[in-house]
């Protein structure tokens, strides 16, 4: 329904984490290269557990590729130079939700490329630098999901 994109992820945990999301939320996961880490990590693994089996993770060399072979609906990049917040974004089946790196965040040009309100944040207080690029996904996936009445989702309890 919706693409998560790792815009050369560094950490190997962060993307362990994002792909048990993505195999729980049936959202496909997109990695742009270089990435920081090789998928055999073992740290990867770790925190991925079992469900690199039942995630859709594609790789691409660059986001030019990514976006010439999926089409994404809309690119909505997550920045802490963003213009306007998550929760006020109208989320549509299809669309990609692009992340950058955890050191250093998405480049300056690429943000300058898209539509100002393509531009997201999630709120903080002033005096902090950033959220975990894990938590961030999954903030922004589940309001994605959540507008879309949670499409595909299975009830428990």
Not at 2 to 14: A, D, M, R, S, T
Not at 16 to 32: F, K, Q
Not at 110 to 133: F, G, Q
């Amino acid at each position: 329904m919706f693409h998560v994109v790792l815009y050369e992820p560094e950490i190997p945990p962060n993307t362990g984490n994002i792909i048990r999301l993505c195999a729980n939320t049936g959202t496909c996961l997109h990695l742009i290269h270089p990435l920081g880490f090789r998928l055999d990590d073992a740290k990867l693994r770790r925190a991925g557990l079992d469900y690199r089996e039942w995630a859709d993770v594609q790789e691409y060399g660059d986001l030019d590729e990514f976006l010439e072979r999926i089409r994404p609906e809309r690119l909505f990049a997550l920045s802490t130079k963003g213009r306007r917040c998550y929760a006020d974004a109208d989320f549509r089946p299809n669309d990609a939700l692009l992340f950058g790196p955890e050191t250093r965040g998405l480049p300056e040009s690429l943000l300058a490329s898209l539509p100002e309100s393509h531009r997201l944040y999630v709120p903080m207080k002033p005096e902090s630098r950033s959220l975990n690029l894990s938590n961030t996904v999954a903030l922004v996936l589940y309001e994605a999901w959540r507008q879309n009445r949670f499409s595909g989702a299975v009830r428990f309890g």
